[in-house]
């Protein structure tokens, strides 16, 4: 009888975490490897940051801090949401959480009752389904093209919803096609959920403010303002202010959601490290300037990537207006075959391929949920960047 309770056989690890570490294998055998498969910013914590967790420390600020999260960053969150997003929080209604993943899956564990809906629009961030799986829930995937920009269609969301739907997750900019959903198209999906008063909205802002091209970040609850009681907020310090290690995110929701979740929060990690939260607030506080230049730069990859890889046989990507990564679509190389006599049937073979002929470490379409794609971070160093994309034309141009 295995130790392994029997839910988690249906529970699959993150395949990004998978993919990045296969590829960190392979480097320590001496393979020359382009890692571009993970969702990281390659920038380092701003100095102004680092420094309040050292002040942080030196004033002993080392002890249990609050479960929801110590009350003087849950009063920056609150006026950041106000500032940012026109959003009215109390700090009873925010939850600060061991990164936005912590945030989501409270906020999970603390709604679904077996046999839930939850509606999550494909491509997906890879966490979600297995988090409503491992939650008792029953993901309901809905797939967008990209003739539509891969954004969720009202019709297809209308289609979606039953009297057994719970959430709608809502990912913008998304991760992994850098879709970004402007006000009309959250508009036209509130007017849809207002006819489904039993669909809570979980908005997962994580990428707010790495946009592009002008592009002017809104959230549900700020653009339909009646769907405020039913919608959750989460956001997350890993992204914009390159604190992916430091483990920081929140949610702003309901107090009787927020309160259950606090309750998972005690009864699980007692909140998060006091040392995070307090570079968090300086985060929030202080100079905001670095994100724009950072964007700057992102434009830059995502640009150089593109040029190459628009030209590579059999690939094709539009230009994302969000995130840090590429979406790309592959469907021209299905049922070609590479140099070693293998004939490509899926992204998760072409992965394969460029992984073992190339060193260049991607991640196929289906481990999010929409095929044949694969995506490719351009959150690096440019030369990497022309590098990988130039050995991903090199593996294209060898199929026949
Ligand atoms: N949501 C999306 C769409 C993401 O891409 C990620 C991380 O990659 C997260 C949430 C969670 O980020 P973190 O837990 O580091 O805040």
């Not at 029953?138 to 003739?147: A, G, K, L, R």
């Not at 990912?171 to 006000?183: D, H, K, L, T």
């Not at 990690?269 to 968090?280: D, K, L």
Request: hydrophobic residues 40%; aromatic residues 8%; contains cysteine.
């Amino acid at each position: 009888m295995s130790i392994v309770a029997r839910h988690l056989s249906n529970i699959k690890a993150s395949p990004t975490t998978t993919i990045s570490n296969l590829a960190m294998d392979l480097e320590r055998q001496g393979r020359d490897i382009i890692r571009m498969s993970a969702g990281e910013p390659d920038f380092n914590t701003p100095e102004h940051i680092k420094q309040a967790a050292i002040e942080a420390l030196e004033r002993n600020q080392t002890k249990y801090p609050h479960v929801n999260g110590i009350v003087e960053l849950r009063e920056a969150i609150c006026a950041k949401l106000k500032r940012e997003n026109d959003l009215d929080y109390g700090v009873d209604q925010i939850l600060v959480t061991a990164g936005g993943k912590q945030a989501i899956y409270n906020a999970l564990v603390a709604s679904l009752n077996p046999g839930d809906e939850v509606i999550i629009p494909a491509p997906y961030w890879v966490s979600y389904p297995d988090m409503v799986l491992l939650n008792g829930g029953v993901p309901v995937i809905v797939q967008t093209d990209s003739d539509h920009g891969f954004t969720l269609t009202p019709e297809a969301l209308e289609a979606a919803i039953t009297d057994n739907t719970k959430w709608l997750i809502l990912n913008n900019p998304n991760n992994p096609s850098g879709a970004v959903m402007e006000e009309s198209d959250l508009k036209a999906l509130a007017q849809v959920l207002r006819d489904h008063p039993q669909v809570w909205i979980l908005s997962d802002d994580i990428y707010e403010h790495i946009v592009y091209d002008g592009i002017r970040f809104t959230t549900m609850a700020q653009v339909a303002p009646d769907l405020y009681p039913r919608t959750l907020t989460m956001n997350g310090f890993s992204k914009a202010y390159c604190m992916t290690g430091w483990r920081l995110g929140y949610a702003a929701a309901p107090r009787e959601l927020i309160s259950a979740m606090s309750k998972i929060q005690s009864q699980s990690t007692s909140g998060v490290n006091s040392i995070s939260q307090w570079a968090g607030i300086a985060a929030l506080e202080g100079d905001q300037s670095f994100i724009a230049e950072h964007n700057a730069s992102f434009v830059q990859r995502r640009d150089l990537a593109l040029s190459i890889l628009n030209q590579c046989n059999g690939l094709h990507c539009a230009p994302p207006k969000g995130a840090f990564y590429l979406y790309v679509d592959c469907k021209e190389l299905m049922g070609r075959t590479t140099a070693q006599g293998k004939t490509l049937e899926c992204d998760e073979d072409f992965s394969t391929y460029l992984l073992d002929s190339q060193g260049v470490a991607a991640v196929h379409g289906a481990a999010f949920g929409l095929s044949p794609f694969f995506r490719i971070s351009y959150a690096t160093d440019e030369a990497s960047i022309e590098a990988a994309c130039t050995r991903i034309q090199a593996a294209c141009g060898s199929l026949s």
